[in-house]
């Protein structure tokens, strides 16, 4: 068995573990696991996005780069073993995400590279793969480019992958789990479906990925021991954000109005494509009622201006 069969028979194994975790012990009781966004998550975000960027980071952005280094690798790094180079980028790129997560609250240009990953109401195992595509680019260049131009061992990159996926999958599942006294070291989704409520007091708060231990020495972890409401409010954003892929990366070039475009023959038809399709299958399927057929309805009350004032207001508030 190759390195890559082994981490992908324990992430199929992982998805099941968690799957079946969130039924057993749901964090917030009633979200269904066809949750809202849910296709749109695995289709879009998982399956064809996280396909076409391995491709750009790997073959159009760190190859070329490695090519114009053309370094054979660090001597004394390529010493290490397998499990110590593992534990060095873990710890060291968790550090900057850390870093960076930060970052992206702070800064309205980067603020837009993130909203989407926050746009969820529903948060489960797979929402943390909801991440804008130059996020995506940004962090994963910045995650294995060293790997390779440092000579790591070619098996560290599918291992690091793993981890991240588990570790991913975890911190975003909807499930009720204490770490007690680990809690201060590794991250969980006590901490981090906080990072997702929408309240103020978070907006600055719990940036971690893995290691907990980054929000508490530098000061940002909230942690109050109770959780979000239960309500649509309480979770996500605070303005309205568009429920498809295509659209939710057009918003964070240029604000618009949904009901405005609309207006348009051409939108119309391809905004209303997908809940169509769906409707038709459900139809054909025999199933009532769809949460995804609902959220693209949703009507959108906020107009682009109040919209923009309103992050402005919010990122201006918690600096
Ligand atoms: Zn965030
Ligand atoms: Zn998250």
Not at 111 to 137: C, M, N, P, Y
Not at 269 to 283: A, I
């Given at each position: 068995?190759?390195?890559?069969?082994?981490?992908?028979?324990?992430?199929?194994?992982?998805?099941?573990?968690?799957?079946?975790?969130e039924?057993?012990?749901?964090?917030?009781?009633?979200?269904?696991?066809?949750?809202?966004?849910?296709?749109?998550?695995?289709v879009?975000?998982?399956?064809i996005?996280?396909?076409?960027?391995?491709?750009?980071?790997?073959d159009y952005?760190?190859?070329?780069?490695?090519?114009?280094?053309?370094?054979?690798?660090?001597?004394?790094?390529?010493?290490?073993?397998?499990?110590?180079?593992?534990?060095?980028?873990?710890?060291?790129?968790?550090l900057?995400?850390?870093?960076?997560?930060?970052?992206?609250?702070r800064?309205?240009?980067?603020?837009?590279?993130?909203?989407?990953?926050h746009?969820?109401?529903?948060?489960?195992?797979?929402?943390?793969?909801?991440?804008?595509?130059v996020?995506?680019?940004?962090?994963?260049?910045?995650?294995?480019?060293?790997?390779?131009?440092l000579?790591?061992?070619?098996?560290?990159?599918?291992?690091?992958?793993m981890?991240?996926?588990?570790f991913?999958?975890?911190?975003?599942?909807?499930?009720?789990?204490?770490l007690?006294?680990?809690?201060?070291?590794?991250?969980?989704?006590?901490?981090?479906?906080?990072?997702?409520?929408?309240?103020?007091?978070?907006?600055?708060?719990?940036?971690?990925?893995?290691?907990?231990?980054?929000d508490?020495?530098?000061?940002?972890?909230?942690?109050?021991?109770?959780?979000?409401?239960?309500?649509?409010?309480?979770?996500?954003?605070?303005?309205?954000f568009?429920k498809?892929?295509?659209?939710q990366?057009?918003?964070?070039?240029?604000?618009?109005?949904e009901?405005?475009?609309?207006?348009h023959?051409?939108?119309?038809?391809?905004?209303?494509l997908?809940?169509?399709?769906?409707k038709?299958?459900?139809?054909?399927?025999?199933?009532?009622?769809?949460?995804?057929?609902?959220?693209?309805?949703?009507?959108?009350?906020?107009?682009?201006?109040?919209?923009?004032?309103?992050?402005?207001?919010?990122?201006?508030?918690n600096?």
């Amino acid at each position: 068995m190759t390195v890559v069969q082994i981490t992908t028979t324990i992430l199929i194994c992982w998805v099941i573990f968690i799957i079946v975790w969130e039924r057993i012990s749901p964090y917030r009781k009633g979200l269904p696991f066809f949750r809202e966004g849910f296709w749109i998550d695995l289709v879009w975000y998982t399956i064809i996005q996280s396909y076409i960027l391995k491709i750009v980071i790997f073959d159009y952005i760190i190859s070329p780069l490695q090519h114009h280094i053309a370094w054979q690798g660090v001597a004394f790094f390529k010493s290490w073993s397998i499990t110590e180079q593992v534990l060095f980028f873990l710890v060291s790129h968790d550090l900057y995400i850390y870093l960076f997560h930060r970052l992206q609250h702070r800064s309205k240009l980067l603020w837009r590279t993130h909203e989407a990953h926050h746009s969820g109401k529903q948060v489960d195992f797979l929402a943390g793969s909801r991440s804008h595509a130059v996020e995506i680019i940004i962090n994963q260049t910045i995650e294995f480019a060293p790997i390779v131009i440092l000579g790591a061992h070619p098996e560290v990159i599918p291992i690091k992958a793993m981890l991240d996926a588990i570790f991913g999958m975890f911190i975003h599942a909807n499930i009720n789990v204490k770490l007690g006294k680990l809690k201060y070291f590794f991250n969980s989704p006590e901490l981090h479906l906080w990072h997702h409520a929408n309240y103020y007091e978070v907006f600055h708060a719990n940036f971690s990925t893995k290691f907990s231990i980054w929000d508490y020495l530098f000061g940002t972890i909230y942690d109050p021991g109770n959780k979000p409401g239960n309500e649509p409010e309480n979770w996500g954003l605070y303005y309205d954000f568009p429920k498809d892929y295509f659209l939710q990366h057009a918003f964070s070039v240029k604000r618009f109005d949904e009901k405005q475009l609309l207006k348009h023959k051409g939108f119309k038809y391809y905004y209303e494509l997908r809940p169509n399709v769906l409707k038709s299958l459900k139809k054909l399927f025999g199933i009532r009622n769809n949460a995804a057929i609902i959220e693209i309805h949703q009507h959108v009350n906020l107009s682009p201006e109040r919209i923009e004032k309103n992050a402005d207001e919010k990122l201006i508030c918690n600096q």
